[in-house]
């Protein structure tokens, strides 16, 4: 069993910049890919943004590539998500997700651990 404990989620300003930290309690963290998903009001949950076990390979949903960035400490069995040049459509719940595989995935069903949220508000 893997706990994922986001935090780092607050109100900032169109323009601004958040940074997404999210802590695992697996000693063998880095046997997992990683991602970040949001939920917003209405929709449903999207993907936003995974990367590998290693570190290596990352991949982006299109709305958020050129301004997110997803990273990831093996030694501190944490994952990070910078967002920047944030919009007002990127309010939404923001999940940590962990996979029981090494491999990068954008989908949400191939995601086996996930964190209890953290709130995002991007006021225009």
């Known amino acids: 069993q893997v706990q994922l404990v986001e935090s780092g989620g607050g109100l900032v300003q169109a323009g601004g910049s958040l940074r997404l930290s999210c802590a695992a309690s697996?000693?063998?963290?880095?046997?997992?890919?990683m991602g970040w998903f949001r939920h917003a009001p209405g929709k449903e949950r999207e993907f936003v943004a995974a990367i590998s076990g290693s570190g290596g390979s990352t991949t982006y949903a299109v709305s958020v590539k050129g301004r997110f960035t997803i990273s990831r400490d093996n030694v501190k069995n944490t994952v990070f998500l910078q967002m920047d040049s944030l919009k007002p459509e990127d309010t939404a719940v923001y999940y940590c997700?962990?996979?029981?595989?090494?491999?990068?995935?954008?989908?949400?069903?191939?995601?086996?651990?996930w964190g209890q949220g953290t709130q995002v508000t991007v006021s225009s």
């Open positions: 697996r000693r063998t963290f880095s046997s997992y890919a």
């Open positions: 997700a962990g996979r029981s595989k090494a491999l990068v995935s954008a989908t949400r069903r191939e995601y086996d651990y």
